[in-house]
Each structure stands twice: as structure tokens, then as C-alpha cells.
């Protein structure tokens, strides 16, 4: 049986879940991310609709050693933080972030008004998270979930 279509701001998402254990999980208390593509049971990339309050931002700035992501703004001015460098965005501009670049992305919401964006990735085993401005880091498991440790590979215990 197939699925009809479905409106994608009617996919449950709850305010702020995150990975991130604490104190880098109050960080996203504003970002709210609809999960599209695993709603559809999609395994080879996903797909998300994230909304960012004022203030909010999208990840800890990060870098992925395997996977690929590209990000859509549908409403608001987000803040577009990559490496050094910092460009404000509005509706219709997009980027792509490849992987193994080193690079550290995040968006910010400095303004007054809510964010919304698509984000797309694919789902490439094998990945790394490089976190440079917080003590973290991230490798998928082959079960697709996330382990998070020190950057030395120690246990997180109390940050």
C-alpha cells in the first residue's frame, strides 16, 4: 500500500532534541528539525526541514570526514558560519558543504525573526564529526547511530 502525501510541517518534530549531551545540548534548545526522509523510510540520504527560533543555531560548528551536506533556505536570514568567514542568507540561497574539507559550518539565527531550511545529506558509512571550537567528537557506528567522545576518544563523563 502506498502512503498519500503529506504536508511536511505535519511531521512530528520535538523542540530542540539533539545528540549532544550536556552543556552543548541547551545550545539547540531552538532548533526544531522534522526528520522527512527517515518519516519516508529513506536509508541512502536524508532529508530535513529545520526550523531555528531567534537565536538558535542549527549544530555546534562541525565538519563531516565521509558525508555530504546542502542546505535550502525557505524563510528568514540566517547567519551562515563557515571556517572564519560569515555570509547572511535569505530565502532561494543555498550551499553545499563536501566532505573531508576540514571545514566547519553551522547556521546562526541572529535575527528577529524565525529561520526555516531544508537540509539534505547523505548517509555515507564510515563518517567522523570534527567539532574544532568544543571538546567532541562524533563517529557513526555501522548501525547508522552516533557515538560521541572527547577528541581524544576519552568518555565524555561530566562537561
Known amino acids: 500500500m502506498t502512503q498519500p502525501p503529506i504536508a511536511a510541517k505535519?511531521?512530528?518534530?520535538?523542540?530542540?532534541?539533539?545528540?549532544?549531551?550536556?552543556?552543548?545540548?541547551?545550545?539547540?534548545?531552538?532548533?526544531?528539525?522534522?526528520?522527512?526522509?527517515?518519516?519516508?523510510?529513506?536509508?541512502?540520504?536524508?532529508?530535513?526541514?529545520?526550523?531555528?527560533?531567534?537565536?538558535?543555531?542549527?549544530?555546534?560548528?562541525?565538519?563531516?570526514?565521509?558525508?555530504?551536506?546542502?542546505?535550502?533556505?525557505?524563510?528568514?536570514?540566517?547567519?551562515?558560519?563557515?571556517?572564519?568567514?560569515?555570509?547572511?542568507?535569505?530565502?532561494?540561497?543555498?550551499?553545499g558543504f563536501q566532505a573531508g574539507t576540514g571545514l566547519a559550518h553551522q547556521l546562526v539565527n541572529r535575527s528577529e525573526a524565525s529561520v526555516t531550511y531544508l537540509e539534505i545529506g547523505d548517509r555515507i558509512e564510515g563518517d567522523e564529526v570534527e567539532y574544532p571550537n568544543d571538546d567532541l567528537k562524533a563517529t557513526q557506528l555501522p548501525n547508522g547511530e552516533w557515538a560521541l567522545t572527547r577528541k581524544d576518544g576519552s568518555t565524555l563523563g561530566d562537561l
Request: hydrophobic share 40%; proline share 8%.
Open 10 to 95: 505535519s511531521i512530528p518534530a520535538p523542540l530542540g532534541k539533539t545528540i549532544y549531551p550536556k552543556p552543548y545540548a541547551a545550545l539547540l534548545q531552538g532548533r526544531l528539525k522534522r526528520k522527512l526522509g527517515k518519516y519516508f523510510g529513506l536509508t541512502h540520504f536524508g532529508v530535513n526541514l529545520t526550523h531555528l527560533l531567534p537565536g538558535a543555531i542549527s549544530a555546534l560548528a562541525h565538519s563531516h570526514s565521509q558525508q555530504e551536506e546542502f542546505i535550502l533556505v525557505l524563510e528568514g536570514s540566517p547567519t551562515l558560519v563557515l571556517g572564519q568567514e560569515e555570509f547572511v542568507l535569505q530565502p532561494g540561497d543555498c550551499y
